[in-house]
């Protein structure tokens, strides 16, 4: 009987000494092969073209194009590439990118060989590994409230920033192509959601809590 294909690892990392420590004890497993290496996320999708990688071990705070980006990158190209992040950052905002990026493990470099090695084999499997401080990272974002403003519709949203910029009902109604009636109504339900009693309040509230961020006029 024929023993299976070892599993393909590629490795993304900056540090040298890190990518030369990762693929010693890797190529000591027997079920495991290095299949390529790179140091940025910089033309990293032709590289994995070529590496036919099962699973890529990645960095997160890498110059020219760091992890996160790399790992949006892979999943957009092969929805069905497994990433596990390797890194020695465990911010909540972090964790939670990494896995909305695509990636199916969150590890940290202190983890133990072994540990490396049953994530990349759970990995294959289709199973998720987090480090203790990411899964605690997750619980905190689960149980923290809702943003400001989280429940404001995409008109709102227009709305308000046109708020913000200090139009009137008329203006708003002109530049977004709808009546005074309705513009009326939009700034009713924004008052309302934010928990405010005037337009004053409501353009205050958005640029103290960064409502708006990432909104363009």
Known sequence: MAEPNPIRVFIVDDQPVVRQGLSAFLMAMEDMDICGQASSGRDLLPLLEKASADIILMDLKMPDVDGLEATRAIMEHDPEARVIVLTSFHTDQMVAAALQAGAMGYLLKNATAE?????????????????????????????????????????????????????????IAEALVISTATVKYHVGNILSKLGVSSRVEAVSLALKEHILEGDEG
């Open 115 to 171: 540990e490396i090695a049953a994530a990349i084999r759970g990995a294959v499997a289709g199973r998720r590994t987090l480090a203790s401080e990411a899964t605690e990272a997750l619980i905190r974002i689960s149980q923290a409230p809702d943003p400001v403003g989280h429940d404001l519709t995409r008109r709102e949203r227009e709305v308000l920033l046109r708020m913000v910029e200090g139009m009137n009902n008329r203006q």
